[in-house]
């Protein structure tokens, strides 16, 4: 695999210009201060990301805080840099800033400059700031870039040790090593959102620490019966303490220009979170967050996905800042106000689903800043099963990018003509009834029952139901690192399952008179996308290298829309097939083809099957099982391991955002926009932390922690 950037990604910018006109100056200074509160927590990342990450961002953000980027990027020309020498350095840069490290937030592996580190050293030193030892550019670099350029095989791909890198644990913690200390949190009922392992050892004692983002700092020793001899336990608070410390100013800061009772007690709940490190506070949060209904300013903040920790259980700090789009949203809301209805098409029985559909807002989004490693396309918060369960949630799109590769001719314009109804229909599907419906069975701490054990039947065998989650056991906890693949596959196999309903097509205004036994345009490119997406999906699969092996995935969503192409060519491989060709270049391309004839006779209901096995086993807590059923989709058919690569030599980088800055002026808070460039990618970076209050606090206290952190990763090989 290739990890140098040779095709630097392309950079769109979010556009929230009308919307956030729309906006009054107490609403925008109430942006303001979600916003200020989401760049300073969107630093964390780059600490969980990986050891050098928040180094080089550091540098870039120090190097071009002296250097105007535009102004410096003049003066490479003019001493005989190259524009493609130019572009390989800035992508890079703006790459690590808008990925929050030095590893793609989509597939994990490591990114490095196309461009040798002495002709970058070269590029740097045209700055007389760079030898000026007063700035400390040099020698931070000189830190930085052994690990930037390093190819050692370990440092290639985010997981677990010895044969991977991860800063979720420290340099030598093995899955063994955490999957016993997820033992300790399941019997104490604590969940890892946020939370770290470190371990420490030498001859004679091993120490676990279990460590919590929070402000305040303690150390307690506690007991667990299944440690081996000479180990101890250790939960440690003040993680990341001193950003967690700007956080909590941050949260008080929103709290004060919320612009709702129920937004005022929520950051109030969050700063109680941030500062002692409860999740039970944020918890409380999320729960007046999902009773916020319908805000003109709607933002969330935390340690919410699980998709980067190689074990499925801690989070990646993230947090959004937006502005409702009412027109988009209006759509979506239709669909929640007949969601119950549509619940009832699922492929499993009414005993299987909740007792009370909790209905959520749903709103289609313009966001102002997304603090994150990667941008999604929609979400569905809060995450916590206790919460979404009694209080229920929200779901939230963020717009679309569509791509036509593989597809053949005669697909290609009806794929352009309704990809973004067809994208619209299958994430309002996908976030309100996939995410949004099941039900988890669970054992209170009285030993009370949440279903009816005499009406509620195992599906499969018929009889009587016979697992459950038992207290302090959590959807993650049980399925571990296949819980977000599984998860993301259940939500994307009821967007597709649904979508030829009448009632569904009629909520988004689209082909209201077609019957239920015929294919709609919209429907067949909605299904034609996710087999598209399996496709390129094989990219962030790595295969297994030795032989009685398996292979992995390097991303949820992937593995997920794997998972269905398979399900589908399984079902009937005439309905599915994909054939190598050879392409308008000469170089070896491929072409997809799916039988519409077959869609609703063969397609779903091999999808319907599939779907009611995996809620089978999600709502039992069966683990065992529904990890092996999904692992035999999971693992490529021998021919794909050839179409693979030629998916890997065809493939085009994600791109980067550039998002919109904020500035307080005596008139106002003022939205920033900057150009489609690297440049602008860059800039944005340094003038948001210049214009946040406690921006440069942020970015101090960003080096004291990654400096503190060093020392155990020191050993990893380079």
């Not at 129920?262 to 999740?279: P, R």
């Not at 309100?432 to 949440?450: A, M, P």
Request: negative net charge; contains cysteine.
């Amino acid at each position: 695999m290739d990890f140098y950037i040779n095709v630097p990604p392309p950079v769109h910018f979010l556009d929230v210009t009308e919307a956030f006109k729309s906006l009054s100056n107490v609403e925008k200074d109430y942006v303001f201060s979600c916003t200020q509160a989401s760049w300073i927590g969107g630093l964390i990342g780059l600490i969980q990301t990986s050891p050098e990450s928040a180094g080089i961002f550091l540098f870039v953000s120090r190097f071009f805080h002296l250097e105007n980027v535009h102004s410096f990027v003049e003066k490479a020309t003019k001493n005989n840099f190259s524009d493609e020498e130019i572009t390989h350095i800035l992508s890079y840069f703006a790459s690590v800033l808008g990925n929050f490290g030095n590893y793609l937030s989509f597939g994990d592996t490591k990114f490095i400059p196309a461009i040798n580190v002495d002709r970058v050293t070269e590029f740097l030193s045209l700055s007389s700031e760079f030898s000026n030892s007063e700035t400390g550019l040099k020698a931070l670099w000189k830190e930085i870039a052994p690990a930037i350029y390093s190819l050692s095989p370990r440092r290639l791909r985010l997981g677990f040790s010895p044969t991977e890198i991860t800063s979720y644990y420290s340099e030598d913690c093995i899955r063994s090593d955490a999957e016993l200390v997820q033992k300790y949190l399941e019997n104490v009922k604590i969940e890892a959102y946020n939370t770290r392992l470190f371990k420490s050892s030498n001859s004679n004692s091993k120490v676990y620490s279990i460590r919590f983002a929070s402000a305040e700092k303690k150390v307690q020793p506690v007991h667990f019966d299944a440690l081996p001899s000479g180990t101890s336990l250790q939960l440690e608070y003040g993680d990341y303490c001193e950003l967690m410390e700007l956080l909590v100013d941050c949260s008080l800061d929103a709290k004060a220009h919320s612009l709702n009772k129920i937004e005022s007690e929520m950051w109030d709940h969050y700063a109680q979170s941030f500062y002692t490190g409860s999740l039970d506070s944020h918890k409380d949060a999320s729960r007046l967050w999902v009773k916020d209904k319908c805000p003109v300013v709607e933002n969330y903040i935390g340690f919410i996905e699980t998709y980067r920790d190689p074990l499925g259980v801690r989070a990646e700090f993230e947090s959004f800042v937006a502005v409702v789009n009412r027109s988009m949203s209006s759509k979506f809301q239709r669909l929640v106000d007949n969601a119950v209805d549509l619940l009832s098409n699922l492929p499993w029985p009414s005993t299987y689903e909740k007792d009370r559909f909790l209905q959520p807002d749903f709103t289609s989004l313009d966001v102002v800043t997304f603090a994150t490693s990667g941008i999604p396309v929609g979400i569905n918060i809060p995450n916590y099963d206790d919460v979404r369960q009694v209080d229920g949630f929200k779901n939230v799109s963020l717009g679309n990018d569509p791509k036509s590769e593989f597809l053949r001719e005669e697909d290609k314009k009806l794929y352009v003509d309704h990809a973004e109804s067809s994208f619209e229909l299958q994430v309002g599907l996908h976030e309100l009834l996939g995410h949004g419906s099941g039900k988890l069975f669970q054992r209170s701490g009285d030993g009370i029952l949440n279903f009816d054990t005499n009406s509620t039947k195992d599906i499969i065998s018929g009889g009587p139901i016979r697992s459950w989650y038992e207290p302090g056991e959590t959807y993650d906890s049980k399925f571990s690192s296949l819980s977000s693949a599984i998860e993301e596959c259940r939500a994307e196999c009821v967007g597709i399952y649904l979508c030829n309903l009448p009632l569904v097509l009629e909520q988004f205004n689209l082909n209201t008179n077609c019957s239920t036994d015929s294919v709609p345009d919209v429907v067949y490119v909605n299904w034609l996308s996710m087999v598209r997406s399996g496709v390129t999906s094989m990219e962030f699969y790595s295969p297994a290298e030795n032989a009685g092996d398996i292979g992995s995935w390097r991303q949820a969503h992937c593995c997920a829309r794997y998972v269905i192409l398979r399900v589908l060519i399984e079902a009937d491989n005439s309905l599915v097939h994909v054939d190598e060709i050879v392409g308008d270049d000469g170089a070896p391309d491929l072409t997809i083809f799916l039988d519409r004839q077959k869609l609703l006779t063969v397609g779903r209901p091999a999808i319907g099957e599939f779907l009611r096995k995996i809620q089978y086993y999600k709502s039992t807590a069966n683990a065992k099982d529904g990890c092996a059923f999904f692992q035999h989709y999971c693992q490529l058919l021998p021919e794909h391991i050839k179409l693979r690569q030629i998916v890997i030599n065809r493939k085009k980088p994600r791109p980067i955002f550039v998002q919109p800055g904020l500035r307080k002026t005596p008139h106002g808070v003022e939205l920033i926009s900057y150009p489609t460039t690297y440049a602008g990618v860059i800039q944005s970076f340094v003038d948001r932390y210049g214009d946040l209050p406690l921006g440069q606090k942020a970015l101090d206290a960003l080096e004291t922690i990654w400096r503190r952190e060093l020392p155990y990763f020191k050993n990893i090989p380079l």
